[in-house]
């Protein structure tokens, strides 16, 4: 139908006022956010070479390369001994290098789009804003190539986001525009997520808000308490979505902690997995060579556990299994390192020299039938066999070897 015309639903009243201008800015700023997500997995990417290609490539360049690599001291950084803080730092430290890129990127992209709107005004002051996005780039750079404490690199982020905010409400200033505010708004949305620390986010935050409402009451003073409520919500919906990232992260360092324990620890009796003890063997070993001690092997083996299955079903056999660590556990000596290291078998490493077989073969066999777990079903037997060496001269392999080796004591 000609000569009708298609009108917007919202009166020019309302899409001239700041506040409409402002809200439009940050949903156009989103759009163009997912459009170059878009077209970032659109975009056929170069495949990243894999790490076997290179060091074959490597091998012939240099074929003595992974020797002299080898040789190069890797700097430690002590992080929390908390593994939840531990874990934040970690990914903190991964994480803030890009924000600082993106940083760097939108303050080029500001000072580009300036120049191009406001050719008039003097060049000095795009040339500066580009020179501080390079800064921003060189230090996404520095801080993704080599290692620095966790809580340097968040307290950096938090007060370079702070320093961005003020070159755009130095700019909404400068231009009397309520776009650079609005800019300076999203900064203020998005930096707390990244910082994953509550600290500097309170103390940065607070800054942030007092800079907006400073210079929305400066640049506009009629909207300066639109503005006002606008930062307070930008600041809370920044806090809150620190929050969500951090219950996020809590429980991943929960679930890490429960595949941890999971996988030292055997899930039946409670005492070390066989993986368990080889992680803590090293330890072990070196307190020996400390104290000038020898490293003793135990293990024990519950004699004919499978005719016992049969008779009295599997839980029972469970029970003899768990009763029998039990009585392990309280017959070794103290600071002795208690593992499963098979269906019926136990091996207890420690310190100091090899412990008479026999009696521990007793102590163990009373210790089980006080449990009462035989009922007068099956009388519980263990076999014991130790060895004893300096781990200065001999492995924990050739120990379990020679215990192995060693004639067994069955208790009457």
Request: hydrophobic share 50%; with cysteine.
């Amino acid at each position: 139908m000609t000569g009708v015309e298609a009108g917007i639903l919202l009166p020019e009243s309302t899409l001239t006022q700041p506040w409409f201008l402002l809200l439009a800015t940050i949903v156009a700023f989103n759009t163009i956010i997912y459009v170059g997500l878009t077209l970032s997995k659109l975009i056929p990417w170069p495949h990243q070479l894999h790490p076997s290609r290179v060091r074959s490539l490597l091998r012939r360049i240099n074929p003595g390369w992974e020797n002299s690599m080898s040789k190069i001291p890797v700097p430690q950084v002590r992080e929390s001994d908390d593994p939840y803080q531990n874990l934040r730092l970690s990914i903190a430290k991964r994480e803030i290098p890009q924000g600082f890129a993106l940083m760097g990127l939108l303050i080029i992209g500001l000072a580009i789009v300036t120049f191009l709107s406001f050719p008039n005004e003097s060049a000095r002051q795009p040339l500066f804003e580009i020179g501080l996005g390079l800064s921003a780039l060189l230090v996404s750079q520095v801080f993704g190539r080599r290692p620095f404490r966790g809580w340097t690199v968040i307290w950096v982020w938090a007060l370079s986001a702070l320093a961005l905010l003020v070159l755009l409400l130095a700019e909404a200033v400068r231009l009397n525009s309520i776009v650079a505010v609005a800019f300076a708004l999203i900064v203020l949305t998005s930096f707390a997520p990244v910082t994953l620390a509550w600290r500097p986010t309170i103390v940065v935050g607070l800054l942030m808000l007092a800079t907006v409402v400073g210079v929305g009451f400066v640049t506009n003073r009629a909207e300066d308490v639109r503005i006002s409520i606008i930062t307070i919500t930008a600041l809370l919906v920044s806090c809150v979505l620190l929050q969500l990232r951090l219950v996020a992260i809590d429980e991943i360092a929960d679930e890490r902690a429960r595949s941890s324990a999971l996988a030292s620890t055997d899930p039946l009796t409670g005492v070390l997995s066989r993986q368990g003890l080889i992680s803590l063997l090293p330890a072990m070993a070196a307190t020996a060579e400390r104290t000038e001690q020898s490293i003793c092997v135990m293990f024990f083996d519950i004699v004919d556990l499978g005719r016992a299955n049969s008779e009295y079903g599997v839980a029972y056999g469970d029970d003899v299994i768990k009763a029998v660590a039990t009585a392990v556990t309280g017959t070794v000596r103290r600071g002795d390192l208690v593992s499963r290291w098979g269906g019926d078998e136990f091996l207890v490493a420690g310190l100091g020299s090899r412990p008479a077989a026999e009696h521990l073969a007793e102590r163990i066999q009373e210790a089980v039938r006080l449990s009462g777990v035989n009922l007068g079903k099956w009388p519980t037997q263990v076999t014991v066999q130790t060895s004893a060496g300096d781990p200065r001269t001999i492995t924990f392999d050739e120990l379990v070897a020679e215990a192995l080796a060693a004639e067994r004591i069955l208790p009457a």
